[in-house]
């Protein structure tokens, strides 16, 4: 069926690394705009960073650009966000959602706690 | 940056009732080449990810209740549930998806009375 799953959160201490993984099925996969969106507990929404089609323009939030890394496999129909430098603040929940007319289709996301 | 300012940040209705929410952006949201208001909805419920309501500021998704309705251009948006189900309780948002960063507003808390 349609859908984004995501993968490779977890507890980290300040300063290490982390890459999440998001893998598409059920669509064309390389015929759309993939972002990456996190939620801190209990708070609202958070744009993070966005993907084209084919991976060549990319771009981030302040908050995270130069840290972040959003990248694309399109013949693995995957999504990737590697995470550096991580902060205490980078605690989130992290989805994953297929971009176009509003995001139209999230994963049911998956939870980096950033800790020491 | 476009900021998106929602308001209120929370509001009880009781069933069967109608519930407003407003968003007003900081800038306009109106693309005009083709005159469509780059504008989204979402609904999110408890432990789940945030489900698209709406597009382009009125435009319902595939699946959603007629009871949810969009109105608005240019800076000033309402997201309206007409008659409220218990199974509206939810924190929705708007987004704007005209420039990058595609902001959020803060989120409106809809509960019952």
């Known amino acids: 069926q349609v859908q984004l799953v995501e993968s490779g959160g977890g507890v980290v201490q300040p300063g290490r690394s982390l890459r999440l993984s998001c893998a598409a099925s059920g669509f064309t996969f390389r015929s759309y705009v993939m972002h990456w969106v996190r939620q801190a507990p209990g708070k609202g929404l958070e744009w993070v960073a966005v993907?084209?089609?084919?991976?060549?323009?990319?771009n981030s939030a302040d908050s995270v650009r130069g840290r972040f890394t959003i990248s694309r496999d399109n013949s693995k129909n995957m999504l990737y966000l590697q995470m550096n430098s991580l902060r205490v603040e980078d605690t989130a929940v992290y989805y994953c959602?297929?971009?176009?007319?509003?995001?139209?289709?999230w994963g049911q996301g998956t939870l980096v706690t950033v800790s020491s | 940056d476009i900021v998106m300012t929602q308001s209120p940040d929370s509001l009880a209705v009781s069933l069967g009732e109608r519930a407003t929410i407003n968003c007003k952006s900081s800038q306009s949201v109106l693309y005009s080449s083709n005159n469509k208001n780059h504008l989204a909805w979402y609904q999110q419920k408890p432990g789940q990810p945030p489900k698209l309501l709406i597009s382009?500021?009125?435009t319902r998704e595939s699946g959603v209740p007629d009871r949810f309705s969009g109105s608005g251009s240019g800076t000033d948006f309402t997201l309206t549930i007409s008659s409220l189900h218990a199974e509206d309780v939810a924190v929705y948002y708007c987004q704007q998806y005209y420039s990058t960063p595609q902001t959020f507003g803060q989120g409106t808390r809809v509960e019952i009375k």
């Open positions: 382009w500021a009125s």
């Open positions: 959602a297929r971009g176009g007319d509003g995001y139209n289709l």
């Open positions: 993907i084209s089609y084919d991976g060549s323009n990319k």
